[in-house]
């Protein structure tokens, strides 16, 4: 038996308005090629860096949320080494005194700590066609503020790996350090995959496997890394220290090279640059600054409005739904009086299921309902104004339109019919068209109550309240016996 073990290091683009040592737009999604480059990103002799305050704050606020110690002190290095898409020839970085240290994220229980987190430039992209036999340089990317973070080798399993991926991916967004799309490159992890007998003390040797492009990349890679390995122990082999890539397509890691134990990048403090220090004020201002993190919300949701965990995680991932749910929540409410559990259920009910589906089918993630309507909507239901096949009408009307409910139950005549007369007409005419429901029930078979009442909600299109409905198909049936 093997039990595998796991570091992970992730790198992030942070979303700031300019790039990390200059001020070039930082967008890393633009598609024309070397638009967003200065003489200060290309490295040109003469130029002098100027680090990006915003991203030095964002990072040591991604710290803070994960409990690390910041420095006092701090600096940036250079990290030599020859590359095309490195303009400099070398990358600016941190090498002995990161911003933050000694962190952890709490994924299931479980402490992952966390060893480091620095800033960092990221490097251009290069851009190898098929058919040619060159390739082309976009330096748009070069000199984005970019984060590292390191792990401990705490992590056990690849479901472990991609849930604390994830998790990380969710504060960021908290945050508003970045978006951490994995498929856009804004968040790469790379994962550290080493496996031990049972009872062994020791950690075996660990091989770093990359191109990581989404979660689900991460759980499979792992899964493939830590099994291979395995075999290779269990054929008396040895494991390479090396890099592997991980090939999405064919669902296997390939061996990029053997590990560099001699790599020397020549680490050096940057010149340009002055060392930075940080007053305890300075980073109390920046903790004060940290919002609502995603597990204080997930115990705040279950406490304050007695959700299930499955429905909390959603309104807690869907950040912006969660938000939603609370204006909703706090409309429903009527002065002093706060929200009944009933109405916060239904609420919460709707938003999780057609108005989700609503959101799904729609090209926006834009809700046109406001929060106020959308309680109206709720009080309709929840006092049986409207039956919920009408509601799911309503709501999607609203959804397309903006209208607020009542608007909407006009213009598309869904008003339940209230007037007696007329729903006994309906019921007079469903029981004559169904002669044989009327023996049944004269014989005392409960459900031919249910199969009139089916056939009348649909003669009335949902429009009369099932139990008016049924009141009126009791009271004409007993009389008919
Ligand atoms: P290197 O010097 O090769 O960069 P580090 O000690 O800096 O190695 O660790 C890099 C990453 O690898 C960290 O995330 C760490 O947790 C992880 N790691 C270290 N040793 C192991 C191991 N034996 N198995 C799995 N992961 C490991
Ligand atoms: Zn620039
Ligand atoms: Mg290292």
């Known amino acids: 038996m093997y039990t595998p073990t796991i570091g992970l290091e992730v790198h992030v683009e942070l979303k700031t308005r300019s790039k990390m040592f200059c001020s070039c737009k930082n967008d890393p999604l633009e598609k024309q090629p070397n638009v967003n480059i200065c003489p200060v990103c290309m490295g040109h002799p003469g130029t002098l860096p100027v680090a990006n305050e915003d991203a030095i704050k964002k990072v040591i606020q991604v710290g803070l949320a994960l409990g690390c110690t910041i420095a006092e002190r701090s600096k940036f290095d250079r990290k030599n080494y020859f590359y095309p898409d490195l303009p400099k020839g070398y990358q600016i970085s941190q090498y002995d005194m990161p911003l933050c240290e000694k962190g952890k994220l709490l994924i299931g229980g479980k402490d992952i700590h966390i060893?480091?987190?620095?800033?960092?430039?990221?490097?251009?992209?290069?851009?190898?066609?098929?058919?040619?036999?060159?390739?082309?340089?976009?330096?748009?990317?070069?000199?984005?503020?970019?984060?590292?973070?390191?792990?401990?080798?705490?992590?056990?399993?690849?479901?472990?790996?991609?849930?604390?991926?994830?998790?990380?991916?969710?504060?960021?967004?908290?945050?508003?350090?970045?978006?951490?799309?994995?498929?856009?490159?804004?968040?790469?992890?790379e994962a550290n995959v080493s496996v031990r007998k049972e009872g062994q003390e020791k950690l075996g040797t660990k091989v770093e496997v990359k191109n990581l492009n989404s979660f689900r990349s991460v759980e499979k890679a792992i899964l493939f890394e830590a099994e291979r390995q395995e075999e290779l122990l269990e054929k008396g082999e040895k494991i390479a220290q090396e890099t592997?890539?991980?090939?999405?397509?064919?669902?296997?890691?390939?061996?990029?090279?053997?590990?560099?134990?001699?790599?020397?990048?020549?680490?050096?403090?940057?010149?340009?640059?002055?060392?930075?220090?940080?007053?305890?004020?300075?980073?109390?201002?920046?903790?004060?600054?940290?919002?609502?993190?995603?597990?204080?919300?997930?115990?705040?949701?279950?406490?304050q409005y007695g959700l299930s965990q499955q429905e909390v995680e959603v309104l807690v991932v869907k950040k912006a739904l969660g938000e939603y749910f609370e204006n909703v929540v706090s409309e429903l409410g009527k002065g002093d009086v706060p929200a009944t559990q009933k109405e916060i259920q239904l609420a919460a009910n709707y938003m999780l299921s057609d108005l989700s589906s609503l959101l799904n089918e729609s090209s926006s993630e834009e809700i046109r309902i406001t929060a106020e309507d959308f309680s109206e909507l709720i009080v309709l239901i929840q006092k049986g104004t409207i039956s919920s096949a009408i509601a799911?009408?309503?709501?999607?009307?609203?959804?397309?339109?903006?209208?607020?409910?009542?608007?909407?139950?006009?213009?598309?005549?869904?008003?339940?019919?209230?007037?007696?007369?007329?729903?006994?007409?309906?019921?007079?005419?469903?029981?004559?068209?169904?002669?044989?429901?009327?023996?049944?029930?004269?014989?005392?078979?409960?459900?031919s109550l249910q199969f009139l009442l089916g056939q009348m909600m649909g003669a009335s299109k949902g429009k009369v309240q099932p139990e008016i409905a049924l009141e009126v198909l009791k009271k004409l049936l007993t009389e008919s016996i």
Not at 118 to 133: A, I
Not at 418 to 435: F, M
């Open 115 to 189: 060893t480091r987190i620095h800033m960092e430039e990221d490097t251009g992209r290069l851009l190898h066609g098929d058919k040619q036999d060159y390739s082309l340089v976009d330096f748009n990317r070069a000199g984005i503020p970019l984060m590292e973070l390191v792990t401990e080798p705490d992590i056990t399993s690849a479901a472990e790996a991609r849930a604390f991926a994830q998790e990380l991916q969710l504060i960021l967004r908290y945050l508003g350090a970045s978006d951490a799309n994995m498929e856009q490159g804004e968040m790469r992890v």
């Open 244 to 303: 592997r890539g991980w090939n999405d397509a064919k669902e296997e890691t390939v061996s990029q090279r053997e590990k560099e134990e001699a790599h020397d990048y020549r680490y050096f403090p940057e010149p340009d640059i002055p060392p930075m220090r940080f007053s305890q004020d300075e980073i109390a201002m920046i903790q004060s600054r940290v919002p609502e993190l995603p597990q204080q919300k997930r115990e705040r949701f279950q406490n």
């Open 392 to 447: 799911k009408k309503v709501l999607a009307e609203m959804f397309a339109t903006g209208k607020d409910p009542d608007h909407v139950i006009e213009d598309l005549g869904l008003s339940l019919i209230s007037d007696q007369g007329e729903i006994e007409r309906i019921a007079r005419e469903v029981i004559s068209k169904n002669p044989k429901a009327l023996e049944d029930f004269k014989k005392g078979k409960e459900n």
